[in-house]
Nanobody, 119 residues
Framework: QVQLVESGGGLVQAGGSLRLSCAAS????????MGWFRQAPGKEREFVAAMAWSGASTVYADSVKGRFAISRDNAKNMVYLQMNTLKPEDTAVYYC????????????WGQGTQVTVSS
């Protein structure tokens, strides 16, 4: 199994920045791909960004492209989401997730961290 713990959420004004962190532990050698997702109140969970554990194949949702950046530190088993030029519509609970297989769904999830952007 893989355990994930997010941190770094908080309250920020529109236009500000936050960096989310995700600490992975357990069978981290099995991670194939990691991603960030978010869920706003009353909305479905949506994809934000993802990258392969190797660092390749980075993908972003159109809504965050150019503002958010996903990165990782394999030596520390950490995944990051740098969020710049935040907007009120970025307010959500942000989740870190990993896939351990090439095919299939993300199979391990963190508990989430709240990001609130005030206008």
């Amino acid at each position: 199994q893989v355990q994930l713990v997010e941190s770094g959420g908080g309250l920020v004004q529109a236009g500000g920045s936050l960096r989310l962190s995700c600490a992975a532990s357990g069978r981290t050698f099995s991670i194939y791909r990691m991603g960030w997702f978010r869920q706003a109140p009353g909305k479905e969970r949506e994809f934000v960004a993802a990258m392969a554990w190797s660092g390749a194949s980075t993908v972003y949702a159109d809504s965050v492209k150019g503002r958010f950046a996903i990165s990782r530190d394999n030596a520390k088993n950490m995944v990051y989401l740098q969020m710049n030029t935040l907007k009120p519509e970025d307010t959500a609970v942000y989740y870190c997730a990993v896939k351990t297989r090439v095919q299939g769904q993300y199979d391990y999830w963190g508990q989430g961290t709240q990001v609130t952007v005030s206008s």
